[in-house]
């Protein structure tokens, strides 16, 4: 059996060899700039020669020094060296001339570097069409893929790992809608056959540095936000800051005891947090360490691109999804479409990096780990969720993102059948997105201007808009080594009282920093008499949390509707439309140390499900109201049921019992549970 594979070997890089030699024969006779012959002439036989040893030397060059190459630049930033690819390639094939023997080959600069990347392609196209033919074949093109195979191979457990595949911002409604729109085809054949789906809950701060903190690290207490100012240490917290996650990390581990769902053999990929993991790529916790043998944020990007056919597929599909951006945002405009945000500027690579750079490198980085025989792997795929913010959670754009990611899964489960051991694949969200016009865009004023007019506060004409911040935005900045947003980190405010208003999505936060205490009702009352029945009574809010000297808590809306806090549960007042559950989300978040003075939820349309953000997004989340608050989960038959029959599953915390519990069925990772008493409130 061993010879049968070595000559099948020989035989797909003989063809590769010789599709690559056909493939600069015919750029040679294209492109004017590129000769395979001497200026006085030659063979056709010399021609031939001369390229097929010119595709043989271009091969070896990019299998020997191509991965030499980028260990040489792990300083360079990841998106910086995705972009010298094509550089990197043609230089290769410069080389590769220049040492043919055969004959005076040449190339201009430039159109060398379109020859590599042809031939590159073309090679990869048809080195995977010929491993597909057989199993072994094709899982050797599979552990090609993989970036972070282990270093050490034990011999594999009898027991079967387990696969957490998170796909960021796809609610529950738009799961199930593409689903029965044959959008996603592996999903539907799991749910026919193999998986099953359960909704659940979000706490109030619907996103993902809560959602995945509390699914991870079995604790979101006290993120009371995407970004939250804290008072004693003057700073404003961002869940998607390096540093900040850092900290929220160190903040759940002490309060749980306890390591993280990954702690044993377990791998974390595109995550804010590493949840205890070994194996860590492209981790946003870890992002601002300096390299070393604890850091390996970023190596999954140099892992990726160490194949040249892996960083040349890649960056073409870089500029395609760029262009696909601008040509959609461009309809929208000659449409008029409403709702919609500006997408110029950056955005379109950002939408690009999101939807295919990190896409491609956390799904081989996944296939590494399902090869290498890992027991646990959590990744974070943040395609749809990007998209989603500025295109809408049910628009064309982002049914194509989920058709790309509905073929991702397609390949881990394919990389499964082929791993030492059993997987068990189990897909979830963090959250949805509610739909619907940002505040600004219906009102014509910011968040931040009603509190300023409230306070008595001059408000400039032009509005200044707050821009958004995704997970996406932040991945861009980490992988350019510039991982730190928003005045560099630290908030310094002015001298005076001017309150510092920050924004999540439909949630809003004001706090006053010149107060070293969260202000009461009565506080506020006396410095700003006017300033909560401004924002009560605007017809863009829903209801304000504030603190009561009198009733602990109280929850206000228009037209004096004043609710303390314990009488939520008889008495729901503006929070009835919000559905079950927002009452105790409400209390929860009160009792948090770092609650913002004054909370602010915009208004909540039940019939049509779309609130009002305070972000430039046209699909946003991170308040209540509508879809963001109902992610799902698509667990395996064969485990147990996420709940009873009748029950729901409410918090980030509850699915991380779960996930722990599915953990332990299957002797995986031991992950220990917490003392009586000692789970987070």
């Not at 194509?400 to 990389?415: C, F, G, H, P, T």
């Not at 821009?467 to 350019?480: I, K, P």
């Not at 305070?614 to 209540?624: P, V």
Request: aromatic share 6%; net charge positive.
């Amino acid at each position: 059996m061993r010879w049968r594979r070595v000559v099948s070997q020989i035989g797909r890089s003989v063809t590769v060899w010789a599709v690559s030699t056909a493939t600069m024969l015919v750029l040679a006779g294209i492109l004017p700039d590129f000769q395979l012959q001497s200026p006085d002439g030659d063979s056709a036989t010399r021609i031939a020669m001369t390229a097929a040893l010119g595709a043989g030397a271009f091969g070896v060059l990019s299998a020997v020094v191509w991965p030499l190459l980028v260990r040489l630049l792990l300083l360079v930033p990841a998106l910086v060296l995705g972009l010298l690819v094509f550089f990197l390639n043609g230089s290769l094939l410069l080389v590769a001339l220049r040492i043919n023997p055969s004959g005076q080959s040449e190339a201009a600069p430039e159109t060398a570097v379109i020859v590599a990347a042809v031939m590159s392609a073309v090679a990869s196209a048809t080195g995977g069409a010929l491993a597909v033919r057989d199993d072994d074949a094709y899982r050797h093109r599979l552990s090609r893929l993989a970036t972070r195979r282990r270093r050490s191979h034990p011999p594999c457990p009898a027991t079967p790992g387990t696969v957490f595949l998170q796909l960021d911002g796809v609610g529950h409604d738009v799961l199930t809608a593409a689903v029965a729109k044959g959008l996603m085809p592996t999903v539907a054949g799991w749910l026919a056959a193999t998986h099953r789906l359960t909704p659940w809950r979000t706490d109030w701060s619907s996103q993902t540095g809560a959602s995945q903190l509390g699914i991870l690290h079995g604790s979101t207490f006290d993120v009371p936000a995407f970004r939250w100012y804290e008072k004693e240490h003057r700073e404003v917290m961002v869940c998607n800051r390096p540093t900040s996650a850092a900290e929220l990390q160190r903040r759940a581990i002490e309060r749980t005891a306890d390591g993280g769902l990954l702690t044993l053999d377990g791998a974390s990929r595109g995550n804010l947090f590493s949840g205890g993991a070994g194996e860590q790529a492209l981790v946003l916790s870890i992002a601002t360490r300096r390299r070393g043998r604890e850091n390996r944020s970023r190596a999954g990007y140099f892992a990726y691109f160490a194949d040249p056919a892996n960083a040349v597929r890649t960056a073409l599909s870089f500029f395609a999804e760029a262009a696909r951006e601008i040509g959609q945002a461009g309809r929208a405009r000659l449409r008029r479409q409403r709702p919609r945000v500006k997408r110029g500027g950056l955005y379109p690579f950002v939408r690009a990096f999101a939807t295919v750079v990190e896409r491609d490198v956390v799904v081989a980085a996944v296939m590494g780990d399902l090869l290498g025989g890992r027991t646990a792997v959590y990744a974070d795929l943040v395609a749809y969720d990007e998209v989603a913010h500025h295109s809408g959670p049910h628009s064309r754009d982002t049914e194509k993102v989920l058709q790309r990611l509905d073929r991702s899964l397609a390949l881990i489960e394919k990389a499964a059948e082929h791993a030492p051991r059993q997987y068990r694949i189990v897909v979830l969200s963090d959250h949805g997105q509610s739909p619907g016009e940002t505040f600004h865009s219906r009102y014509g004023l910011t968040l931040g201007d009603l509190v300023r007019a409230g306070c008595g506060l001059h408000v400039p004409r032009r509005a200044e808009r707050t821009h958004s911040g995704t997970e996406a935005r932040a991945a861009v900045r980490a992988a350019l080594r510039r991982p730190v947003e928003e005045g560099g980190g630290k908030h310094r405010p002015p001298r005076g009282s001017e309150p510092i208003v920050l924004a999540s999505g439909n949630l809003g936060l004001i706090s006053f920093p010149d107060v070293p205490h969260r202000m009461t009702k009565e506080e506020l009352d006396a410095r700003h008499p006017a300033l909560l029945t401004t924002l009560a009574n605007h017809p863009g809010i829903g209801f304000l949390l504030v603190r009561s000297e009198a009733h602990g808590g109280v929850v206000l809306g228009a037209y004096g509707a004043e609710i303390p806090l314990d009488r939520l549960d008889s008495h729901a007042g503006p929070l009835g439309a919000f559905g079950p559950g927002a009452g105790e989300a409400v209390r929860r978040t009160h009792a948090f140390p770092h609650t913002a003075d004054i909370m602010v939820n915009s208004c909540y349309d039940p019939q049509s499900g779309e609130v009002l953000a305070f972000e430039e997004q046209i699909g946003s989340h991170g308040g209540l109201g509508g879809a963001q608050g109902r992610p799902f989960l698509l667990s395996p038959v064969c485990v147990s049921a996420p709940v009873g029959e009748g029950e729901e599953l409410v918090g980030a915390e509850a699915v991380h019992g779960v996930l722990r519990r599915w953990l332990r069925e299957a002797d995986g990772p031991q992950v220990p549970l917490p003392a009586e008493g000692e789970r987070a409130a």
